[in-house]
């Protein structure tokens, strides 16, 4: 059985940032994290695959940074120079394409 368990999130002030954490019960996936903001359908932030390969919204290219730890079975999204229009909620998902399975989601409010 796969679950998402996701951590982090919260308030920061604009330019600051905040670090959100995915484990997962299974080994090498790949996965990504969503967002969904207020009035908005979902849209995808970033992703990385089996081989450390990542891709990212052109929104947040530069400023937020996926990662994965596969001994910890964890994949961690860093958000640097966060913006007012980041403020989401933010889902982990897996596996790429399929998106079966997802976090419980986290807020972040900047």
């Known amino acids: 059985h796969v679950q998402l368990v996701q951590s982090g999130g919260g308030s920061v002030q604009a330019g600051g940032s905040l670090r959100l954490s995915c484990t997962v019960t299974?080994?090498?996936?790949?996965m990504a994290w969503f967002r969904q903001r207020s009035g908005k359908e979902r849209e995808e932030v970033a992703a990385v695959d089996n081989d450390g390969n990542t891709n990212y919204a052109d929104s947040v290219k530069g400023r937020f940074t996926i990662s994965q730890d596969n001994a910890k079975n964890t994949v961690y999204l860093q958000k640097n120079s966060l913006k007012p229009e980041d403020t989401a909620m933010y889902y982990c998902?897996?596996?790429?394409?399929?998106?079966?399975?997802w976090g419980q989601g986290t807020q972040v409010t900047v």
């Open positions: 998902a897996a596996p790429c394409g399929g998106w079966e399975y």
């Open positions: 299974v080994n090498s996936m790949c």
